[in-house]
């Protein structure tokens, strides 16, 4: 069988993988000039910057860890323990382990009503139903109940859990308001969350992209590459790709939503394509702040979580890049990676995300010299947002496709490595099955 694959990100590298095991010819488009997606790192100064994607979440992560696995590059990444501070608007410092829910417990602006009603509600949770898989779109449908993050939150926890506990955490890695997220992935996430490791491959998450596609020896990469358009034909499909075409028995999709939308609009049902387009993306932010010289080499923690009731906060999180990634930074270096949340974007220049990146810099870690550097990386539309209803709506638009084309992508669960490696992998599996494969 020959199968193209449009997308080089995690999801389209494990599809191709996924293809290339089982034998079959496969050829990967990629419109950039290197693999990885939102997960490429960027190479500045002697610096690895993380483009995207910061770690990889060990036990949580099962498709991604078994593909690490089976290349035999598991061995290779480093462990990173997530050690936390949460910084209260007053100034004040709880530490907090990121990977560890029951370390929030000892957080002091919590009462002791708060803990056992946290703590009733987490042993409630994990006696219930849920989704097993946080990343099988069809599986957290069956959950979605309608209700968003916030209201299950300070229903269920009550108001002070949620500004010191959930918000920090939503903040750090989807930027977003808990009130526009649906509750079935962090429910699963919760119930899972005691298997948590964090980890970073040495070249960066971009690399697990790069280990991948260097695993599909027969795959014809193709870079710097963007697909033009998609043609059916009687028996397969035609892919136009830098003024040539190419022909396959079948197309493993594996881009944004709205460029599959856009690429397939031909021979998609109005509905399935309106569905695409209309997946919802936000825009993002986050500063790179370089120093060859670390201003801070004995800071308490790894990671500092802005906290305190209120309106949202312009920063969720600041990351100390030389102990998440050892290898991103020269010898003696440091990287802060300064992370924004979305809704204040709007009515911020890129001077003044610059500005205020400093300036919360200086807050959460103390006095420093002028950076050597400050690289904005600033996404219209950076992360997929799962909101109630989304997964159902998502899930659908499978059935839509026409015979000998599957999508991929973290779309259809929720922004992450492994969403898009599992979607990648499943496409695969999905297509040789209705191929006709074996």
């Known amino acids: 069988?020959?199968?193209?694959?449009?997308?080089?990100?995690?999801?389209?590298?494990?599809?191709?993988?996924?293809?290339?095991?089982q034998k079959h010819a496969v050829q990967l488009f990629e419109a950039a000039d290197g693999v990885g997606g939102r997960t490429r790192q960027l190479h500045r100064d002697g610096f690895n910057l993380?483009?995207?994607?910061?770690?990889?979440?060990g036990g949580i992560y099962p498709r991604?860890?078994?593909?690490l696995r089976e290349m035999g590059c598991d061995a290779q990444l480093v462990p990173w323990g997530g050690a936390a501070e949460l910084l209260d608007s007053d100034g004040a410092r709880y530490p907090v382990s990121f990977v560890s829910l029951p370390s929030y417990l000892k957080v002091p602006t919590l009462t002791l009503g708060d803990r056992l009603r946290m703590v009733a509600s987490m042993v409630r949770l994990m006696l219930g139903g849920g989704a097993a898989n946080p990343f099988d779109g069809g599986d957290l449908a069956r959950f979605d109940s309608g209700e968003d993050l916030e209201s299950?939150?300070?229903?269920?926890?009550?108001?002070?859990?949620y500004e010191y506990i959930v918000r920090p955490i939503m903040d750090f890695l989807y930027a977003v308001?808990?009130?526009?997220?649906?509750?079935?992935?962090?429910?699963?996430?919760?119930r899972q969350a005691h298997r948590m490791r964090l980890s970073v491959p040495p070249g960066g998450v971009?690399?697990?992209?790069?280990?991948?596609?260097?695993?599909?020896?027969?795959?014809?990469?193709?870079?710097?590459?963007?697909?033009?358009?998609?043609?059916?034909?009687?028996?397969?499909?035609?892919?136009?790709?830098?003024?040539?075409?190419?022909?396959?028995?079948g197309l493993v999709?594996?881009?944004?939503?709205?460029?599959?939308?856009?690429?397939?609009?031909?021979?998609?049902?109005?509905?399935?394509?309106?569905?695409?387009?209309?997946?919802p993306y936000t825009e993002y932010a986050h500063v790179a702040i370089g120093y060859r010289t670390n201003p801070w080499p004995r800071h308490r923690s790894d990671i500092v979580l802005p906290v305190g009731p209120g309106e949202t906060r312009n920063v969720g999180a600041l990351v100390l890049h030389s102990r998440r990634h050892p290898g991103s930074v020269p010898a003696g270096g440091e990287v802060v990676g300064v992370y924004f949340n979305t809704p204040p974007l709007a009515q911020m220049s890129d001077a003044d995300i610059e500005r205020e990146a400093l300036a919360e810099t200086l807050r959460a870690f103390g006095p420093a010299p002028a950076p050597d550097f400050v690289h904005l990386f600033r996404y219209?539309?950076?992360?997929?947002?799962?909101?109630?209803?989304?997964?159902?709506?998502?899930?659908?638009?499978?059935?839509?496709?026409?015979?000998?084309?599957?999508?991929?992508?973290?779309?259809?669960?929720?922004?992450?490595?492994?969403?898009?490696?599992?979607?990648?992998?499943?496409?695969?599996?999905?297509?040789?099955?209705?191929?006709?494969?074996?």
Do not use: N
């Open 1 to 21: 069988m020959k199968v193209i694959v449009i997308g080089g990100g995690p999801a389209g590298c494990a599809a191709a993988y996924t293809l290339d095991k």
């Open 50 to 57: 993380a483009t995207g994607a910061l770690f990889l979440m």
């Open 64 to 67: 991604t860890s078994a593909l």
């Open 152 to 161: 299950w939150s300070r229903r269920s926890l009550g108001e002070r859990p």
């Open 177 to 190: 308001p808990a009130s526009w997220l649906s509750t079935p992935f962090p429910h699963a996430i919760i």
């Open 206 to 249: 971009g690399q697990v992209s790069e280990w991948l596609i260097g695993a599909a020896r027969r795959t014809e990469l193709h870079l710097s590459t963007p697909v033009e358009r998609v043609e059916r034909l009687d028996k397969g499909w035609r892919v136009w790709a830098d003024g040539q075409s190419y022909e396959a028995d």
């Open 253 to 279: 999709m594996a881009t944004e939503a709205f460029v599959a939308a856009r690429l397939l609009q031909p021979h998609l049902p109005e509905a399935a394509h309106r569905t695409l387009m209309e997946a």
């Open 380 to 438: 219209d539309r950076g992360l997929t947002i799962a909101g109630p209803g989304h997964y159902g709506r998502l899930d659908a638009v499978h059935a839509a496709m026409p015979r000998g084309v599957c999508l991929a992508g973290d779309y259809f669960s929720q922004a992450g490595v492994e969403a898009a490696v599992f979607s990648g992998e499943r496409a695969a599996l999905r297509l040789g099955r209705q191929l006709g494969a074996v």
